[in-house]
């Protein structure tokens, strides 16, 4: 069955699409949006704190968003929520608004129908590295002289994901910069080898890569003869992102965005990208709310990927894995093995292979970031050793 519930509070009206299945399960979510207000549009910001509400709760209920409301006029008119068949709404209820500084808080209760068949691996953390965006075009930065805008970025990316409090977990690898320009060619010249250094390094097992394709500059916006005026220019953010597994080397998502707004700063001003100054401007602020869309999408991405770890360390039965419980394991909890091996085409590529064994093992001593596990039977395993794979087993699989 398919209809359209609408939602009406403060002169501002949302149309939701709504799917509902006969086996679903209905529970309640509750989640603040926030946007900023710019150029005194109050409007735009209640819209756009509502669809990071609804985004927020749909994607904490295990639905996947793969795209976001269109704003007409600053009024939600048609919702584009993309969700798979894991949970829809039913029902919203505001409960609070709140405007301060030059900021919009939205708080809603939503009423999500799940689906029977939910993401069992959404229930697991998965830690990802985020590592420092590189800057295409590094004169591009020359206008305010922001040349270390690319770490300033990867790190308001780092916040977003970790402000969402989902089953993505980022860890900060933006410190050092890196050559990524090899992952988005389309040539797909991977290094495998930087990919596994950085998943080792960082003990996660996804590695987040990105480049800033364009921060450049339009022709002023206000008249030379109004001198008056301060200078004002509009700048445009474009960024590419690609998630790798850091085990398998596998490419699993990839995308782009763009936006542009008001750079208010004089021209021969040189901004800290550091700075409040900096990311309360309509710029910055534009390039906040672009990371925070980036973070559910890549929330929705790997809600539904595995949670694996490696072998550390071996002594007869007993076994030390690099998952704990950071990544939500529980003491019995129970996990498979599988051999890290390398396949070699025709073309001399070399390509990862995992092959799955029937051995298994239980938690049995848990810490914060590792486990002790043993074998089922408490005897040795045959043929595992130090770094083959190991993935959760669900209850619900």
Known sequence: MTSFLSLAFAGLSATVLLTLSP?????????????NVQNGDTSAAKSAAIKDAITQALVFSGARVSSVQTLVDG????????????????????????????????????????????????????????????????EHAKMG???????????????????????????AYYNNAISVDK????????SNAQLEEISS???????????????????????????WQDEAYERSYNIEFVLFDGTTYEQLWQNSYHTQAIWPFEKT??????????????????ITDINQSVSYDIQAAMACLPTQGKIM???????????????GLKKGQMLSIAHHNYLTDAAGNVMP?????????????????????????????????????????????
């Open 201 to 227: 390094r960082s003990n996660a097992q996804y590695v987040l890569l990105s480049q800033i394709t364009s921060l450049s500059t339009s022709d002023k916006l206000n008249n030379d003869y109004a001198f």
């Open 145 to 171: 002289q922001i040349f270390d805008v690319s770490k300033a970025i990867s790190k308001n990316i780092f916040t977003s994901l970790q402000m969402s409090k989902m089953s993505a977990v980022p860890i």
């Open 353 to 397: 292979h995992t092959i799955t064994t029937l051995n298994k093992i239980r938690v049995e001593q848990l810490y914060q970031q590792t486990a002790v596990a043993v074998s089922i039977d408490n005897k040795p395993l045959p043929g595992v050793q130090i770094n083959d794979v190991v993935e959760i087993i669900s209850q619900d699989l």
């Open 269 to 286: 001003t040189i901004v800290d990208v550091n700075s409040d100054r900096f990311w309360q401007s309509p710029y910055g602020q534009s």
């Open 313 to 327: 360390h071996m002594e007869n039965s007993k076994i030390v894995i690099n998952l704990g419980k950071a990544h």
């Open 183 to 190: 992952y988005f060619s389309q040539q797909h010249d991977y």
């Open 23 to 35: 086996f679903t399960k209905a529970q309640w979510y509750e989640s603040t949006g926030h946007a």
């Open 75 to 138: 009024v939600l008119m048609q919702d584009q929520l993309k969700i798979s068949s894991h949970g829809e709404i039913q029902k919203i209820e505001l409960i609070s608004e709140n405007k301060y500084d030059n900021k919009f808080a939205i708080t809603l209760r939503l009423d999500i129908f799940s689906q029977t068949e939910q993401c069992p691996q959404n229930s697991f953390n998965k830690f990802v590295a985020v590592t420092q965006s590189q800057l295409v075009h590094r």
